[in-house]
């Protein structure tokens, strides 16, 4: 076999040095100068000439990014320096005290006055790795371990795209050992999470456990696939070279070189500015794309931090202020099931109460019972909490060797427990609901707002705000009770006078005479918007009927399938339901009836529509309505699907859209006259 030319070789040299460039920029700038497809060239590349040539394959080549073959096991590294823990403080007293101590360590050639340098960075909730470069090649990756021994994790090591395979610039030393937190990122921890639970795969608990489990892969090619990242903290071993005497001017250094340092790291004289920085980075601890439990400081001079020397097993010259935590153990002593306002029920794990991410928790959302059955939780059961932030507590997992005896399965209610309505369970779906929406209490403000809306009821007037005064004041229990309003009452709430209480009585008593099309579409049943109960309208023509339909029934009329249907049925079946509907009939509200239309007989059926711009005649709603009655289907955008738009002055993307198309446009002249046509009045 021939040798590879020198052109060869300098090419791979050259396709080597582009890729670490674009590399750096894409990694350590987020700044990226040529598009993924340029990047993916230049790389498929490399890999064509490496596998034709395997000799030329080196351990500092971009490649080595991408993993290899799963090793049979891991070998144990010595630290040559141990790898040391650090003390804790979580007090501004106990940080003031640990400054105490170390001014009295210190020679008495030091002035006690005088405020010590720190150097402060964030404390990353990782894991702990040893890199060992010697001539500035990357050779070894290890696992802190216990500190005196860990595992070599080099081949995974080798894929984190943070890490540089050989470092950069002059004054490089002959053999350094650079110590760092490596870390899974919070959203890309949340990404790869979801791709695992879709696939119906292992969902790690939180960033720190994916990390680790991650740099524990004997298959390097999952580790490559996986976005962890690095931040260096210190070094050990150093040979053939001298560093800064201070460990932020190591940072200095170290950024020289092309390793990753925290850039939320800083210096600070004195305790006071010490516990300022960690004040201030906890407020912005959950805007950080990663996860930390505190803050690590280190008096920062190398001699004074050999002159301070060590406890047993922890130096005196650093501490780490730690976090209130965000992970704690407690005991679930109970599940209730929630009514949202929408009629999702929901299970709620009630808590032995305790202190987690700077608060007491007693209360934990569990989702849906899916989740439950995920967790195998059951009551008395001992579970890890997690709250960051402003985040609502969540049950992250269960301790199984805690569990008690008597731990009770977690049932779920037969009944709504607010209003005692049936719950609808659909197959295929995680969620509960309650039917009774137009009955149920925890429901009550939505049901009212969605009934007075424009496109439903349209009571002029009768707003959100106002709304919630009713509720609240429990004026109103159900939508029906709108209708049992009078001046004086109305008059007496906040920012109403008699005059605007009279509008809205007004409004109210107009709204009793309504299409049974906008009637259907106010009662709020779950998935039928204003076109669905325009067909219900139509196929049925009366509000007996369209109650009376069972489910072979519904299906039977265009575009509603069997899961529509169902909620229709269940709406209509549930007592509570129609107890409501035939107060509103008895406050004398009268959904008109029609005569059932043959929908195949109707001239536009089949046909998607689109109203855009203003049209003088009538606003967009009532033209959709006109439309519906001819049998289209009325869209809110433009797609190769549309039959034809509507367009009026003012029309503008919508318009555009349909000529790129090539979509039938008229005017409103023009749909007047089709109104006309058929016997729709204008």
């Not at 216990?146 to 002959?174: A, C, F």
């Not at 809205?504 to 709204?511: D, T």
């Not at 239309?597 to 005649?617: F, K």
Request: aromatic share 6%.
């Amino acid at each position: 076999m021939t040798a590879p030319s020198k052109a060869l070789i300098r090419e791979l040299g050259d396709l080597r040095r582009q890729i670490e460039h674009h590399n750096r920029l894409y990694y350590r700038h987020d700044s990226p100068e040529i598009p993924d497809q340029e990047y993916d060239r230049l790389f498929d590349r490399l890999l064509e000439i490496e596998r034709e040539w395997p000799e030329l394959a080196t351990p500092d080549s971009p490649s080595q990014r991408i993993g290899s073959e799963p090793l049979s096991g891991f070998v144990q590294v010595t630290h040559e320096i141990p790898m040391l823990s650090l003390d804790k403080v979580t007090s501004e007293a106990e940080l003031t005290r640990f400054e105490s101590r170390i001014q009295k360590r210190l020679d008495s050639q030091n002035d006690n006055d005088t405020a010590l340098e720190y150097s402060c960075e964030p404390k990353i909730d990782g894991v702990a790795v040893s890199l060992l470069y010697e001539d500035g090649l990357l050779v070894r990756g290890a696992t802190r371990g216990d500190g005196t021994s860990g595992e070599d994790i080099t081949h995974n090591v080798r894929t984190i795209d943070e890490i540089p395979l050989r470092l950069e610039g002059t004054g490089l030393p002959k053999r350094l050992e650079v110590r760092g937190e490596v870390y899974m990122t919070k959203s890309g921890f949340a990404k790869m999470n979801a791709a695992a639970e879709k696939a119906g795969e292992k969902v790690f608990v939180n960033p720190r456990n994916a990390a680790a489990g991650t740099l524990r892969q004997l298959d390097s090619r999952i580790t490559a696939r996986r976005p962890l990242k690095m931040f260096c903290y210190s070094y050990g071993l150093v040979e053939g070279a001298s560093l800064p005497d201070t460990l932020s001017g190591v940072f200095e250094k170290f950024a020289g070189w092309g390793l990753p340092v925290n850039p939320d790291r800083k210096s600070c004289r004195g305790v006071a500015a010490c516990y300022a920085y960690c004040e201030k980075l906890l407020g912005k601890r959950n805007d950080l794309d990663y996860e930390i439990d505190g803050v690590v400081i280190k008096v920062d001079r190398f001699d004074l931090q050999d002159e301070l020397g060590m406890n047993a097993r922890t130096p005196r010259w650093a501490m780490a202020y730690k976090f209130p935590a965000e992970e704690v153990a407690t005991v679930l002593n109970a599940v209730e099931f929630q009514v949202g306002r929408t009629g999702t029920i929901t299970p709620v794990a009630r808590l032995e109460p305790v202190f987690v991410g700077g608060v007491t928790v007693s209360n934990a959302t569990l989702h849906n019972m899916d989740e439950v059955a995920r967790l195998g939780l059951k009551i008395g059961d001992a579970v890890i909490i997690r709250r960051a932030g402003d985040v609502i507590p969540k049950i992250v997992s269960v301790i199984p060797d805690r569990r008690p005896q008597q731990a009770r399965i977690i049932e779920a209610p037969s009944s709504c427990p607010v209003c005692g309505s049936d719950i609808e369970h659909i197959e295929d779906e995680v969620l509960m609901r309650c039917t009774g929406g137009l009955f149920c209490r925890a429901q009550r403000t939505q049901s009212i707002i969605h009934f007075a809306s424009r496109a439903a009821m349209d009571i002029d007037g009768l707003g959100v705000k106002l709304i919630e005064q009713l509720v609240d004041q429990e004026l109103v229990s159900s939508v029906a009770d709108i209708y049992g309003l009078d001046v004086a009452t109305l008059a007496g709430l906040e920012r109403m006078g008699e005059k605007s209480a009279g509008n809205l009585v007004a409004a109210i008593g107009k709204s009793k005479q309504v299409t049974l099309a906008r009637f259907l579409f106010a009662l709020g049943i779950r998935e039928v918007g204003e076109a669905t109960a325009h067909a219900l309208a139509t196929h049925f023509g009366t509000l007996a009927a369209v109650m009376s339909a069972t489910e072979e029934d519904l299906v039977a009329i265009p575009d509603i399938g069997h899961v529509m249907a169902h909620h229709i049925s269940a709406f209509f079946t549930e007592e509570h339901n129609r107890t409501v509907i035939q107060a509103l009939l008895d406050a004398g509200v009268v959904p008109a009836e029609t005569t059932p239309v043959n929908r195949d007989a109707l001239p536009l059926n089949g046909q998607t529509w689109v109203v855009t711009g203003t049209l003088e005649a009538m606003g967009r709603s009532e033209a959709k309505e006109k439309l519906q009655k001819l049998g289209a289907k009325v869209a809110g955008s433009v797609s190769k699907n549309t039959d034809c738009v509507i367009a009026g002055p003012g029309a503008g993307s919508k318009l555009d859209k349909a000529e790129e198309l090539g979509v039938r446009v008229i005017d409103e002249s023009a749909f007047l006259s089709l109104l006309k046509q058929h016997d729709i009045p204008v």
